[in-house]
């Protein structure tokens, strides 16, 4: 039995992950895959995803991945990445689509209007390098990481949800959602498989947890 | 609290050994690839970049295994560029462990390829590096190590590729490369403040007050560099702690 499915649906590069989660739990089994099967039979579920939404939910689709994704998100500890967390919302500006509706809320872009630092110099979208990851409730996936520390993030979208779902904020200028709890999932818009010791140390509680 | 500037090493590669030249020539061996990216990594390094600037095609899939082994020990994105002609050369790079992808030649032989791998593998992996040259009043577009003018005007060309779908900028002056006269300010800050899309600074780093004022004055999002931590002169903390005493959000 795989002990980790990394859902691969065909939009990015997944090696990353798989090696971050090889460095950290060297014994599990770790499949990448597109087969609804396997996702359904693993213990662990983890779906990442770069590039645009509604070209994700599509290819998902496509490899009919869709219900195992529901099915993980219901039933299983799930880790989402980036896109990963980005389809669990209602809905996105990006192409106007509607996501799994897993987590209320809804994803938008970062306005262009808002894009200054305090200085009055121009951000730069995407949203890319290392930002500090504020942790607004306790959880396992954060034990051992400092809080505040920096993950590496890239990504033009952030969602907006309810701060009960929030795990974490980081602040581009103003402050938003960058990780999500709820119940057996948690969903992370940086990427800890890109964020050296604070995001291995993540991967590596997320192997470990046992949510209740 | 905010997004950090990013200090970036650079990798010149070719025969599976890390080199350094000034203005694109007289190489000279600085070490083993992977040696050195972990030495970086362990530094404290945002980001590593590797070009591959080995001249014959044969030998490019020696670059692949070193990226191989890199992704497999190093846990932060990976750039690499050189001799990327087509979306399988994208692939290849990828597969191996590269988070990002550099064009630079092939953007201007064939400006669809940018298109093409930003749409097919999204904009936040495909990076355009320009090399550019100052000329009359503006900076013009130079290939083949700044040998080869294009008649493109950098700023003009930064635009269009954003417009095709490139997530980040490496500008490289190439009056400036390997000079350790610090960065050509004026170029890095009109580029940058021309796109919205990130903007590496690349080319003369010859110490810390030059990483600070790419960042300064010249708006640049990240800075990029070689011989000034190749050959110890300064480690990427040294440049990071002078980076934070002046005023510059890094991560430390």
Request: glycine fraction near 10%.
């Amino acid at each position: 039995m795989t002990d980790i499915a990394i859902v691969d649906y065909g939009m990015g590069n997944l090696r990353s992950v798989a090696k971050a989660l090889e460095h950290v739990a060297p014994e599990a089994v770790i499949a990448v895959t597109n087969n609804p099967e396997v996702v359904r039979k693993a213990e662990r579920v983890v779906v990442p995803g770069q590039g645009a939404m509604p070209d994700c939910l599509h290819e998902l689709d496509r490899y009919g991945l869709r219900e195992a994704v529901w099915d993980a998100a219901a039933n299983k500890p799930f880790l989402g990445i980036c896109i990963g967390l980005q389809m669990l919302f209602d809905n996105t500006e990006e192409g106007n689509v509607s996501g799994l509706g897993i987590v209320p809320g809804r994803v938008k872009r970062f306005p262009a209007s808002a894009m200054k630092d305090e200085k009055g110099q121009k951000l730069k979208v995407p949203h890319m390098g290392w930002n500090q990851v504020h942790q607004a409730m306790e959880h396992f996936l954060w034990k051992n990481i400092a809080n505040d520390s920096r993950f590496y993030f890239v990504h033009s979208y952030y969602v907006e949800t309810a701060d009960a779902n929030s795990a974490g904020y980081s602040a581009y200028p103003f402050p938003f959602t960058c990780a999500v709890a709820k119940d057996n999932i948690f969903a992370v818009q940086f990427h800890p498989e890109k964020s050296h010791a604070a995001g291995l140390t993540l991967l590596h509680n997320f192997v470990q947890w046992k949510p209740v | 609290m905010g997004l950090a500037k990013r200090i970036i090493p650079c990798l010149d590669v070719t025969n599976g050994r890390v080199v350094k030249g000034v203005k694109f020539v007289s190489l000279r061996d600085a070490g083993d690839p992977i040696e050195i990216a972990r030495r970086y990594d362990d530094q404290g390094a945002d980001e590593l970049t590797f070009l591959d600037i080995t001249a014959s095609s044969d030998d490019r899939d020696l670059i692949l295994h070193i990226i191989e082994e890199v992704a497999a020990q190093v846990f932060i994105p990976l750039t690499v560029g050189g001799g990327v002609r087509k979306v399988e050369d994208v692939r290849r790079l990828l597969n191996a462990g590269a988070d990002k992808v550099s064009i630079n030649t092939s953007a201007i032989q064939n400006p669809q390829l940018v298109a093409e791998a930003a749409g097919r593998y999204g904009s936040q992996c495909i990076v355009v590096a320009i090399d550019a040259k100052r000329v009359g009043q503006g900076w013009e577009v130079f290939t083949h190590g700044g040998r080869r003018p294009t008649g493109l005007d950098a700023i003009e060309w930064a635009r269009k590729m954003q417009s095709l779908g490139a997530g980040e900028i490496l500008l490289t002056s190439m009056d400036r490369d390997g000079t350790r006269d610090g960065f050509d300010l004026a170029l890095t800050r009109a580029v940058s403040d021309a796109v919205d899309v990130p903007v590496i600074a690349s080319g003369g780093v010859g110490n810390l007050q030059h990483l600070v004022e790419g960042i300064e004055e010249g708006h640049a999002d990240a800075v990029l560099a070689a011989s000034v931590f190749h050959y110890g002169e300064y480690t990427v903390r040294q440049a990071k702690e002078y980076m934070s005493q002046h005023g510059i959000e890094v991560r430390l």
